[in-house]
């Protein structure tokens, strides 16, 4: 096995391939250690961490896809202890098992997907420094975003899932739009808007909105709201 002993390690692979072929799986140990894949990977699955335990990072390169669950979770990268760091294209995360993980987004490029999905169970997800774009396909969990600032074009999409969405903009971000589309958000439940401490500015346009709004400290720029027809309770 590779053991990574006192200290924070990296255990760095081409692939997933090569890192399901590591003799008797990888063991992080004390410390802060990391599963580095350095080349772009759209064929991760749960089982390739099936022999993996007690690292704490996640780190993709490029444009990848990941389906995580019970395996991942148990090898230390569920939200509790972990974080999956995305790569500069678009990002595919697919959540098993119920499972919560936290996707830090600060590699994304501006304008570049991270899609979201849920392999039918309900998994949670956090997402932070965001300035590139959210997808949701069939996300039954919940979905928290935290953005930065958008030096770039100014503008940041989150797509909501059917479940419990929290969105929480960036201070200093006074000319970034946030928009989201909460199309998938389910009659009665819960959009929140929740500032950081600096108070964010900018804009945040709500589109697509039968739900039920939620603010705190939300914004000190202009938040608009575009309803659609309520057919469910009106």
């Known amino acids: 096995s590779l053991s990574g002993g006192d200290g924070n390690d990296v255990f760095q692979f081409a692939d997933t391939a090569h890192l399901v072929a590591a003799t008797n799986g990888v063991i992080g140990e004390v410390g802060t250690d990391v599963v580095h894949l350095t080349t772009a990977d759209t064929g991760i699955v749960d089982a390739d961490f099936a022999n993996v335990t007690t690292v704490e990072t996640l780190t993709l390169t490029g444009a990848s896809s990941a389906v995580l669950g019970s395996n991942a979770d148990a090898a230390g990268l569920d939200s509790a202890t972990g974080t999956i760091k995305t790569g500069t294209g678009a990002t595919s995360i697919t959540g098993a098992n119920d499972k919560h993980f936290t ?3 600060t590699s994304l490029a501006n304008g570049t997907a991270l899609t979201l999905a849920d392999n039918d169970t309900a998994s949670n997800f956090t997402v932070t420094n965001l300035v590139g774009d959210t997808a949701q396909t069939n996300l039954a969990g919940t979905l928290t975003v ?5 030096t770039d074009d100014n503008t940041i999409t989150v797509i909501t899932g059917a479940a419990a969405t929290d969105v929480r903009t960036s201070a200093g971000a006074a000319s970034d739009t946030v928009t989201i589309d909460a199309t998938a958000l389910a009659n009665d439940v819960n959009l929140t808007l929740n500032g950081d401490a600096g108070a964010a500015a900018g804009t945040i346009s709500i589109t697509n909105f039968i739900g039920n709004l939620v603010t705190t400290n939300a914004n ?4 608009t709201v575009s309803l659609v027809d309520n057919t469910v309770d009106n």
């Open 103 to 105: 996707i830090d987004a």
């Open 146 to 150: 935290t953005t930065a600032d958008n």
């Open 220 to 223: 000190s720029g202009a938040i």
